[in-house]
């Protein structure tokens, strides 16, 4: 490499906000590396927003926090319920609502998500099932 091309490469390096995406990309690379079933990232904005925001949740709360439609939450509420990440229950007083809370088995996959983004993530593969490695 010669010196022009070696300064520019230093100087993007430097661009304002690449330090955060780096450690964003070590966190997701160790996180695929780890066979955890791999969620999109509208899986993983629906996952949060039921375990950090304040309940209850429906699908309708939940399509208007994330500004998308019911069907794309139902999909998503799908795949993760699939998983054991989230659950859907019937209101006891209203039997016709239902609402979406959260799992031991989600909290457990975001505890670990944090140590990812900690930097002391593990591989786990060995203990997940066939399913939850190709989710």
Do not use: C
Request: hydrophobic fraction near 35%; charged fraction near 25%.
């Amino acid at each position: 490499m010669d010196a022009p091309s070696a300064q520019n490469e230093a100087t993007e390096l430097d661009r304002p906000g690449l330090k955060p995406l780096s450690q964003w990309m070590r966190t997701l690379v160790d996180y695929v590396r780890s066979g955890k079933p791999d969620l999109t990232n509208r899986q993983m904005a629906l996952m949060l927003t039921v375990y950090i925001g304040a309940g209850p949740h429906t699908v309708r709360g939940l399509a208007e926090a994330l500004n998308v439609s019911k069907p794309v939450i139902t999909r998503a509420l799908n795949k993760l319920s699939a998983l054991g990440y989230l659950r859907r229950e019937r209101d006891s007083t209203d039997r016709r609502n239902i609402f979406i809370t959260r799992t031991p088995k989600g909290a457990e996959f975001l505890d670990a998500f944090h140590h990812f983004i900690a930097g002391t993530g593990r591989d786990e593969r060995h203990n997940l099932s066939h399913a939850e490695r190709t989710a």
